[in-house]
T-cell receptor, first 113, second 116 residues
Framework: AQSVTQLGSHVSVSEGALVLLRCNYSSSVPPYLFWYVQYPNQGLQLLLKYTSAATLVKGINGFEAEFKKSETSFHLTKPSAHMSDAAEYFCAVSGDGGFKTIFGAGTRLFVKA | EAGVVQSPRYKIIEKKQPVAFWCNPISGHNTLYWYLQNLGQGPELLIRYENEEAVDDSQLPKDRFSAERLKGVDSTLKIQPAELGDSAVYLC??????????????FGPGTRLTVL
């Protein structure tokens, strides 16, 4: 079985500050992990994904995430927040063998001027 | 390259009425997904197609929901009759193949359904 827990339904940061969105997963098989972003009234867009290669994954818009097996975590970070980063962020887990993708409940990021 | 297209974008209906959503995936994508997204929640899979075959419909409430993907391209999701609790956003996504867990899913903008 697989599951995803996103800590914090809302995160607020100042423009230029570090962004840290937390994600912990549970998986009975080697996991593949994803971060998606959703802007208002739009579908989800892939930010980055971990597929068992490098543990530090770089994505679009300056985001990156690190896979830590010992902590079962895949936290998303960005060194300096921009107003345009305000959106909903979803962490997701899947696996080989027909496992479906399981999404977390999402974290809404607010960026203050 | 055109993205995943969904229509309508918004739908308001009375309870007990039927409703249908349409999705056209990215050209060449064999796998099509329908997700339900409730307010403040992540997407939850309703059904997954590999070409014309529904390979995972375990979460589809079959008493009122049905789906089809004729010719393995576009797809329709239907609810009949709709209930108040069906108010949500219905997302369609596609990927090249669903067999690999690493496959990226591309999402459409969704259909926001309101049942009165």
């Amino acid at each position: 079985a697989q599951s995803v827990t996103q800590l914090g339904s809302h995160v607020s940061v100042s423009e230029g500050a570090l962004v840290l969105l937390r994600c912990n997963y549970s998986s009975s098989v080697p996991p593949y992990l994803f971060w998606y972003v959703q802007y208002p009234n739009q579908g989800l867009q892939l930010l980055l994904k971990y597929t068992s290669a490098a543990t530090l994954v770089k994505g679009i818009n300056g985001f990156e995430a690190e896979f830590k097996k010992s902590e079962t975590s895949f936290h998303l970070t960005k060194p300096s927040a921009h107003m345009s980063d305000a959106a909903e962020y979803f962490c997701a887990v899947s696996g080989d063998g027909g496992f479906k993708t399981i999404f977390g409940a999402g974290t809404r990021l607010f960026v203050k001027a | 390259e055109a993205g995943v297209v969904q229509s309508p974008r918004y739908k308001i209906i009375e309870k007990k009425q039927p409703v249908a959503f349409w999705c056209n995936p990215i050209s060449g994508h064999n796998t099509l997904y329908w997700y339900l997204q409730n307010l403040g929640q992540g997407p939850e899979l309703l059904i997954r197609y590999e070409n014309e075959e529904a390979v995972d419909d375990s979460q589809l409430p079959k008493d009122r929901f049905s789906a089809e993907r004729l010719k393995g391209v576009d797809s329709t999701l239907k609810i009949q009759p709709a209930e108040l609790g069906d108010s949500a956003v219905y997302l369609c996504a596609s990927s090249r193949t669903g067999g690999a867990g690493t496959d990226t899913q591309y999402f459409g903008p969704g259909t926001r359904l309101t049942v009165l």
